[in-house]
């Protein structure tokens, strides 16, 4: 299953880029074998700054013909590590070819591209900058290769 990250916004060389890159190479070593990855980066952006609604088209082009939407948004569910791995690994085993997970830009979401979302997700009650998310969200999914993997890496 491709993992795709649809993105608001150009990140720049940057420690969260470096983070980004590390992340996504050891989730596309570690997912090869279990039929994860790779993992790729659409970057969009609004350079009229016309904020959710103008940026919503361009997020809806960049994820991939029949992909399970999957949403970044503090309304969306919060899950611990381990059943965020069992919800990849059955979007796998249910046969999905693609799953784009889609990062809005400052203001979120665009609702009308919320209401398309097959599931959402979030990092807590906590809003987190649209950039840091990036990472944290390649950092989860290098651990939920790692946790389908039998890896040491996750503990708990």
Known sequence: MRVHVCAVGRLRKSPELELIDDYTTRFDRTGRALGLGPLSIHEVEDKKGGGMSAEAPLLERAIPKGALICTMDERGK???SPDFAKLLG??????RQDVAFVIGGADGIDPSLRAKADASLSFG????PHMLVRVMLSEQLYRAASILAGSPYHRV
């Open 78 to 80: 919060v899950m611990s």
């Open 90 to 95: 059955r979007w796998r085993d249910e046969g």
């Open 125 to 128: 009650k906590m809003v987190w």
